[in-house]
């Protein structure tokens, strides 16, 4: 007689047998998108903040979303679901009145994405407490935001317009470094 342990390794071979799939090699893959993530709008436009020299925060709450545990630390040390993407602090030349910026920013490219009620109400009550905010949809359309309010910004690197469809696009390869402005000083950050 075949010993206990025997018996189950028989009986885990028969299970897989039977129950084995089938997998086609025909499966079509995902290629990469054409057009950029949000994180991907984000970290272009970040470059060109930093390149300006603004004084500027991201408060990274998306992160609280992965698992549960840490979505509650996240709410223990005063997160608050909603909170806008960016805030830059540096008081705009064309609204000396308003204490800065808020910019919730979204994704501009296959389908805008959707503004959570939770991030209208923020923008809303940081409005009526003078700062200027508004939702943008990709990084182009928030350094223009940006530009409106006198700030001194570049485009974002990284992205390149198409001729044909005027559609902003991922430029392929490294970002590059715009030869008319300083490159950011990483000594200045503190985490």
């Known amino acids: 007689m075949a010993s206990h342990s025997?018996?189950?390794?028989?009986?885990?071979q028969r299970f897989f047998q039977k129950n084995q799939r089938?997998?086609?090699?025909?499966?079509?893959?995902?290629?990469?998108?054409?057009?950029?993530?949000?994180?991907?709008?984000?970290?272009?436009?970040?470059?060109?903040?930093?390149?300006?020299?603004?004084?500027?925060?991201?408060?990274?709450?998306?992160?609280?979303?992965?698992?549960?545990?840490?979505?509650?630390?996240?709410?223990?040390?005063?997160?608050?679901?909603?909170?806008?993407?960016?805030?830059?602090?540096?008081?705009?030349?064309?609204?000396p009145n308003a204490p800065g910026v808020v910019i919730e920013l979204k994704r501009a490219k296959p389908a805008r994405s959707r503004v959570s009620d939770e991030q209208k109400v923020w923008l809303a009550k940081l409005s009526s407490f003078g700062w200027l905010c508004k939702i943008c949809y990709g990084a182009t359309e928030a350094a223009?935001?940006?530009?409106?309010?006198?700030?001194?910004?570049?485009?974002?690197?990284?992205?390149?317009?198409?001729?044909n469809s005027g559609n902003v696009q991922r430029q392929s390869?490294?970002?590059?470094?715009?030869?008319?402005?300083?490159?950011h000083d990483d000594s200045r950050d503190t985490d």
């Open 22 to 95: 089938v997998v086609s090699s025909k499966r079509k893959k995902r290629g990469k998108s054409e057009h950029l993530t949000e994180e991907q709008e984000q970290s272009a436009l970040v470059i060109a903040m930093r390149k300006a020299k603004l004084t500027f925060q991201h408060c990274p709450m998306g992160i609280a979303a992965r698992s549960a545990v840490s979505g509650a630390r996240m709410r223990k040390m005063g997160s608050h679901k909603g909170y806008p993407d960016l805030i830059v602090h540096d008081r705009p030349p064309r609204f």
């Open 173 to 183: 390869g490294l970002f590059k470094p715009d030869d008319s402005t300083e490159s």
């Open 144 to 163: 223009q935001f940006l530009r409106e309010c006198g700030y001194t910004i570049g485009e974002p690197h990284g992205l390149r317009k198409d001729s």
């Open 6 to 12: 025997d018996r189950v390794l028989n009986a885990t």
